[in-house]
């Protein structure tokens, strides 16, 4: 850098430490980060009474009306590691609403007024790609799964211009402080689209978005076809529209993961489907038509599959050219397809963050033959996919110094070089922007944060102590 400085040029001491591209987190949930950032935070909780506690000391969620909302629970964290029902809500909060996010954002615990609030009642059949659970009386428990979980969803308050604007900036300033640059938005109804552009055209958005459309969210969908994808959406540099995001499955942590045989702990429960073959090869060939990218939510091998077949389907031959279609997460996948990713040439989202999350269980889920070929980074590499790194924040915590470390755990662990480029110059590639964002080099959006050592020679047992010590977007100091 000695070459380009002059007396202008202002100088930082990075005292020892490293100044790297900044991260893009490549499959993450802005505005649902800065919306959860807001409820009652019930991660890690041991027990149902501690839940009940811990949601009578939170403050009120500013957007949510007379709800009561909270994230983070895992039934997996309690005693009998059964799914709770709503009984110990109703009689903590008889009188409002309350609907909590499991950990992984599949699955709601709701008590009985939110589920009255919804409409929902014995009556309400399953819908498809979704359950709600209920007793041996066939009365629900408050427990809704994957689709099921619409109904409250839609019952919601939704959050006026002002406060989408104070959720999105929340989120911003966080992801920030974790040395994120840029993120891919795996998935935003046309509302907050509209909250990014507006803040985007103000010079307010502060980090590079693509953001996918939501394209169960029918009317946002229709937009977004009629209006076509847009690669610098307001021609700040900073907002791009340029894939259409659809879910094939569910998480393993609720069994909602569809996979070829049974869960070894649910002999019978092979998962969800939340999308049937048609409508996939619909919704790819509109996007294939309107020139949008496709990103799929695969988590179990029979949704990996589906999705692959869908693509191959209606890309046929174009499946070499350079579409540069994704799949998310693909946590499990059969043998026999992960070579299809390189030749098909479809990117494979993954968040190594969840692996080390889901080691607790994935045996028990998975048996231990499946779950020691889950996860298959090396081997999708190896193979000619690109790989890149996201959190899936607010699922975990965004912070890609995590998710590069963890990236070196497991039979599948990747080298720290795979793992560094996972987080920095892959994720521009899955989404056309390799031109500006990734490096540091003459020409590249300075965008940068300032590690305090080195990711390449800090020794493993070390690496957890790593920093951010600042990060820079376009050049100005945001953090
Ligand atoms: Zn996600």
Not at 378 to 395: F, T
Request: proline share 5%; hydrophobic share 40%; glycine share 10%.
């Amino acid at each position: 850098m000695q070459k380009h400085c002059d007396e202008k040029t202002q100088r930082v001491d990075l005292a020892g430490g490293a100044l790297l591209p900044g991260f893009t987190d490549g499959h993450a949930h802005l505005w649902g980060t800065g919306a959860m950032m807001g409820m009652a935070q019930l991660r890690g909780s041991q027990s149902i009474d501690e839940v009940v506690q811990r949601l009578q000391s939170a403050p009120t969620t500013a957007f949510a009306g007379d709800w009561l909302l909270g994230c983070g629970w895992d039934q997996t964290c309690f005693a009998d590691r059964k799914f709770p029902s709503s009984q110990a809500l109703d009689e903590a909060f008889p009188d409002i609403p309350v609907a909590l996010f499991r950990v992984d954002g599949h699955a709601f615990w709701c008590n009985q007024e939110a589920l009255r609030r919804a409409g929902l009642t014995r009556e309400t059949p399953d819908p498809e790609g979704g359950q709600f659970r209920r007793d041996e009386l066939g009365e629900m428990t408050g427990i809704l799964i994957d689709d099921a979980m619409f109904p409250i969803r839609a019952a919601l308050p939704r959050p006026e211009a002002e406060a989408r604007r104070a959720i999105v900036k929340m989120a911003v300033a966080e992801f920030h402080r974790q040395g994120i640059t840029a993120v891919h938005d795996a998935g935003a109804p046309e509302a907050w689209l509209q909250t990014y552009f507006d803040l985007a055209k103000e010079g307010e958005l502060g980090i590079r978005v693509n953001a996918m459309v939501e394209a169960s969210h029918k009317e946002t969908l229709q937009i977004w076809l009629q209006r076509g994808p847009k690669r610098d959406w307001g021609r700040t540099g900073y907002l791009a529209v340029t894939t259409l995001k659809l879910y094939a499955d569910g998480a393993l942590g609720s069994r909602g993961a569809a996979l070829l045989a049974d869960y070894a702990d649910e002999p019978g429960n092979r998962g969800l489907f939340t999308t049937t073959p048609a409508r996939l090869e619909t919704l790819a060939q509109q996007a294939r038509d309107r020139g949008f990218q496709m990103a799929t939510h695969a988590i179990g091998d029979a949704a990996v599959r589906l999705v692959l077949d869908g693509y191959q389907a209606v890309l046929g031959d174009e499946a070499r050219a350079d579409h540069r279609w994704r799949m998310e997460h693909t946590q499990v996948i059969a043998a026999d397809d992960i070579h299809r990713f390189g030749l098909m040439g479809v990117t494979a989202a993954v968040q190594t963050q969840h692996r080390e999350d889901d080691l607790v269980w994935l045996d028990e889920r998975l048996g231990a033959e499946r779950a020691r070929a889950s996860f298959p980074w090396r081997r999708l590499l190896e193979n000619g996919a690109l790989l890149i790194g996201g959190s899936d924040s607010p699922i975990v915590a965004p912070r890609p110094l995590d998710t590069f470390r963890f990236a070196l755990n497991g039979p599948e662990a990747m080298t720290r070089e795979q793992a560094f480029t996972h987080l920095t110059t892959a994720p521009p590639r899955a989404v056309f922007e390799e031109h500006r964002l990734g490096t540091l080099a003459p020409g590249m959006c300075a965008d940068c944060v300032w590690v305090s050592g080195d990711l390449m020679t800090t020794p493993k047992n070390e690496l957890p102590g790593l920093q951010v010590c600042g990060t820079w977007v376009g050049g100005k100091r945001v953090y």
